[in-house]
T-cell receptor, first 118, second 111 residues
Framework: DAGVIQSPRHEVTEMGQEVTLRCKPISGHDYLFWYRQTMMRGLELLIYFNNNVPIDDSGMPEDRFSAKMPNASFSTLKIQPSEPRDSAVYFC????????????????FGQGTRLTVV | GQQVMQIPQYQHVQEGEDFTTYCNSSTTLSNIQWYKQRPGGHPVFLIQLVKSGEVKKQKRLTFQFGEAKKNSSLHITATQTTDVGTYFCAGSYSGNTPLVFGKGTRLSVIA
């Protein structure tokens, strides 16, 4: 398997523009996570899905952020409108959970999208 | 919310010196995982500890889980330049909750 695939790798956009980040999880994995990484806050969990259904979006910072998972092989994280403080590296991760051990399973991260909002 | 505190934030060592990073939680963890992120890279799973007092080794890396399952450490013996990166601990507070990541310790190794 190619692993978790994210696109684009780098995105530079102007404040106010819409940004869409994409993720393809590992085939067969049943959980998908979106994280944001900054120097100040480290790795923050934004939202996660189980079998394409959003389970917890309490980490989404504002209504400007939204995420979807229309099928098992694709997810998007959208920021509209974008602001300079959204500049960060955004990671997608997927896991295959056996039974109920959500926190007991290795997470596979994508390469990340480095977002710069100017 | 629940937090996993990790120290130090940065560590600079001479090649050949040892390195340790520590994670602490105010409440008992179900398990703890460790990840390594190379500069410009993404977190990669290293190991998971589940049992109280557990110690695991991977070559020069030694991982420990405290008896109370509230703290953990990663020790690297005789660091090498290939050890450079940020090491994250990630704890779970029950088997059915997602991992909570510490902020990581960034290791620099001076040759």
């Amino acid at each position: 398997d190619a692993g978790v695939i994210q696109s684009p790798r780098h995105e530079v956009t102007e404040m106010g523009q819409e940004v869409t980040l994409r993720c393809k999880p590992i085939s067969g994995h049943d959980y998908l996570f979106w994280y944001r990484q900054t120097m100040m806050r480290g790795l923050e969990l934004l939202i996660y899905f189980n079998n394409n259904v959003p389970i917890d979006d309490s980490g989404m910072p504002e209504d400007r952020f939204s995420a979807k998972m229309p099928n098992a092989s694709f997810s998007t994280l959208k920021i509209q409108p974008s602001e300079p403080r959204d500049s960060a590296v955004y990671f997608c991760a997927s896991i295959l959970v056996r039974g109920f051990n959500l926190g007991n399973t290795e997470a596979f991260f994508g390469q990340g999208t480095r977002l710069t909002v100017v | 919310g629940q937090q996993v505190m990790q120290i130090p934030q940065y560590q600079h060592v001479q090649e050949g010196e040892d390195f340790t990073t520590y994670c602490n939680s105010s409440t008992t963890l179900s398990n703890i995982q460790w990840y390594k992120q190379r500069p410009g890279g993404h977190p990669v799973f290293l190991i998971q500890l589940v049992k109280s007092g557990e110690v695991k080794k991977q070559k020069r890396l030694t991982f420990q889980f405290g008896e109370a399952k509230k703290n953990s450490s990663l020790h690297i013996t005789a660091t090498q330049t290939t050890d450079v990166g940020t090491y994250f601990c990630a704890g779970s507070y029950s088997g059915n909750t997602p991992l909570v990541f510490g902020k990581g310790t960034r290791l620099s190794v001076i040759a």
